[in-house]
């Protein structure tokens, strides 16, 4: 069965410094999603991306933050300058359209630690 | 808004035994629901949705959820549970009246099968 791939696993990094999560969706998959999960937190909705553009975006995902689709298969999400409470782990997911019947696959995440 | 509870923290089972997992729910529109599991170390799964129809819809691995229109809930049921069955499990709803696809998830609940 087609995955959601996330690399890397794991991410440590220091307080103010740029990072990279990178992902690729299901390949038929026209619609992708960042989510992240701070520990022991809800899951949080941050972005979704369609056609090229951020379709939608929550409070959380502030000018910090920006996706992007540089080639046809991977999905980035950047965070320019990174803060300790940007510690969590980061979901990638993409579904075949936003219709309702299409549910999000997921990626096993990156556990982003910012130190 | 949306908004999703899963009221138990941790719910524990015998192996065998049938399992519930509650969930309730909060929207201005019609709720699509659906839960995910997540095992350790991977991504959410999905499990099953309900959209529209029958009440009781059933899903990957035995489960089943019941919608309850009158109480907001859509808990999650088993006949019967295997320790496989031993993950975390997430509530998610998505509000029709909204004008918005992101998914707004419950904290999780902690299931515990017990040999």
């Known amino acids: 069965e087609p995955e959601v791939t996330q690399t890397p696993s794991h991410q440590v990094t220091q307080m103010g410094q740029e990072v990279i999560l990178r992902c690729v969706p299901i390949s038929n998959h026209l619609y992708f999603y960042w989510y992240r999960q701070i520990l022991g937190q809800k899951v949080e909705f941050l972005v979704s991306?369609?056609?090229?553009?951020?379709?939608?975006k929550s409070e959380i995902f502030d000018d910090q933050f920006s996706v992007e689709r540089p080639d046809g298969s991977n999905f980035t999400l950047k965070i320019r300058s990174t803060k300790l409470e940007d510690s969590a782990m980061y979901f990638c997911a993409s579904s075949e359209t936003t219709g309702n019947n299409s549910p999000l696959h997921f990626g096993n995440g990156t556990r982003l630690t910012v130190t | 808004a949306q908004s999703v509870a899963q009221p138990e923290d941790q719910v524990n089972v015998a192996e065998g035994n049938p399992l519930t997992v509650k969930c309730t729910y909060s929207?201005?529109?019609?709720?699509?629901l659906f839960w995910y599991v997540q095992y350790p170390n991977r991504g959410l799964q999905f499990l099953l949705k309900?959209?529209?129809?029958?009440?009781l819809v059933k899903g990957s691995y035995g489960f089943e959820a019941e919608f309850n229109k009158s109480q907001t809930s859509f808990h999650l049921k088993k006949p019967s549970a295997l320790v496989s069955d031993s993950a975390l499990y997430f509530c998610?709803?998505?509000?029709?009246?909204?004008?918005?696809?992101?998914?707004?998830f419950g904290k999780g609940t902690k299931l515990s099968v017990i040999p």
């Open positions: 991306f369609y056609n090229n553009e951020i379709s939608e």
């Open positions: 998610a709803v998505r509000d029709s009246g909204a004008g918005s696809y992101q998914l707004t």
């Open positions: 309900y959209i529209t129809g029958d009440n």
């Open positions: 929207v201005s529109g019609n709720p699509y």
